[in-house]
């Protein structure tokens, strides 16, 4: 007789599952257009039906617009901020020209070349995306990627202090002051460099404190003004009242200085930009945008005034507690007939004879004051203002019951003076917000206006 029959054992088993297992291929997937008979298809990558701003030159409302129409023929949510699906178009065009019959696979073969093939201008254009340190190294790589960087139109955007602070492994002196020596020479060689080149600079960064004789960067702003082309500067960030490179122990004499003594060379540095600030606006004529610590004196802003096409300014404080005659500001804003927005720092004293400012501009669509301190508002005449960006300012001065001061409504002043507005914050108003003040726009009020109405508690 014959025995009971043997079962397969574990490994046999798995032998037996893997030659039974009927092995299906995978779906082909093709990169498909948002063309109307691709539309109902869901078998494709994800990122496929995306766009990017960056790669479609498209602005960030037209993204999401074309976004939400995508969105309501599919029904499926992508993300805007991957990669565009126009590069798959060329792929699937060929496929579709292509003589082999529906269902069979197909492999387009793309072409490549290195970057010596390009053209002169596909070679600019490339690195022209380099900051300026990358282009200081490339300039090491090879004598023809030599000959293409120092090309004046790769050197219109420059940051003159944007040089590593770091000095070589091989130098023979540990991390100190000698670094800032050498990140100082740095600074004065790469000037050399452009005035060799003479590029015609369109955006310009100079952050260096001018008031330390001892770094020099005065002398080095009027050589700059002087032998280098800003007739077409459209961008300006001019920070001269301190060197964000410098160590922080190289500062130790503020420390151990008097108090005369630290407000007699805040004075002295004020005066110092108010001379180099009336030499610098006489070349930049054409200026767009300007960021900028402001002193805030009458040569200094009869000097501001004479950039009319200025249409960006950002003015920084530079005294903490400096009071703003309210003639200077209406210079400010009636000397510019192009500025569309604003952004204001200013520190002003609170308490007796706190000034409550008016604010008038035709032409103003932007203002940002959110960074200001002690500064109220009285009125405003902004008939183009679109955006305000505000925030409650903080009470310097000595504490006082809230009841002794009378603001008036922030609401109040906006509904007068701009009929334009559309956003308060991240606050969007509504089309009757002029006519009433609904429960939300109420919620918001109490967190920037200073009236007895939104603002709680009995102290300043």
């Known amino acids: 007789m014959e025995g009971p029959k043997r079962l397969p054992g574990k490994r046999q088993r798995a032998k037996n599952a893997r030659a039974n297992r009927v092995k299906t291929a995978p779906p082909e997937r093709k990169c498909v257009t948002d063309s109307e008979d691709n539309i109902d298809r869901l078998d494709y990558p994800r990122y496929c039906r995306t766009v990017f701003p960056l790669f479609t030159n498209y602005s960030d409302d037209e993204v ?123 600074v004065h060689q790469f000037y050399e460099f452009l005035v060799e080149l003479q590029p015609r600079i369109r955006k310009l960064e100079f952050k260096f404190d001018i008031g330390k004789a001892e770094d020099c960067f005065k002398d080095l702003l009027d050589d700059v003004m002087v032998n280098l082309d800003m007739s077409e500067l459209k961008h300006l960030e001019f920070n001269w009242k301190e060197t964000p490179a410098r160590p922080f122990w190289l500062e130790s004499s503020w420390y151990t200085s008097s108090y005369a003594s630290v407000i007699s060379y805040q004075r002295l540095r004020g005066r110092m930009f108010t001379y180099a600030f009336d030499d610098l606006t006489a070349v930049i004529s054409k200026i767009k945008t300007l960021v900028l610590p402001f002193d805030w004196n009458e040569r200094s802003v009869k000097c501001l005034t004479r950039l009319k096409s200025l249409h960006t300014l950002v003015i920084e404080k530079y005294l903490v507690f400096q009071s703003i005659p309210q003639e200077l500001l209406d210079q400010v804003l009636q000397g510019l007939p192009n500025l569309r927005r604003l952004m204001l720092e200013i520190w002003s004293p609170s308490g007796e004879g706190m000034i409550l400012y008016h604010l008038s501009s035709q032409s103003l669509q932007y203002l940002d004051i959110s960074q200001c301190r002690g500064f109220y508002l009285q009125s405003v005449n902004l008939p183009r203002l679109e955006r305000l960006q505000i925030a409650r300012p903080a009470w310097n001065g000595p504490l006082i019951f809230r009841g002794q001061l009378h603001f008036p409504c922030l609401y109040d002043i906006l509904v007068q003076g701009s009929p334009s507005l559309r956003k308060i914050n991240e606050h969007y108003l509504e089309s009757n917000w002029r006519r009433m003040c609904y429960p939300t726009l109420d919620e918001a009020l109490k967190s920037i206006c200073s009236c007895k109405r939104h603002k709680t508690g009995w102290a300043m």
Request: hydrophobic share 30%.
């Open 64 to 186: 999401i617009v074309s976004k939400q129409k995508q969105n309501e023929r599919t029904g499926i949510k992508s993300s805007a901020s991957a990669p565009t699906g126009r590069i798959f178009k060329q792929v699937q065009e060929s496929e579709k020209t292509s003589s082999q019959p529906v269902g069979t696979s197909s492999q387009t073969v793309g072409t490549y070349c290195t970057i010596e093939e390009l053209p002169l201008e596909c070679k600019i254009k490339i690195f022209s995306f380099l900051t300026n340190r990358e282009k200081g190294k490339c300039l090491k790589v090879c004598r023809e990627w030599q000959d293409i960087i120092i090309c004046p139109s790769l050197w219109t955007s420059i940051k003159l202090w944007d040089l590593s602070l770091h000095c070589m492994i091989e130098a023979d002196h540990p991390y100190s002051d000698t670094c800032f020596a050498c990140y100082k020479s740095r």
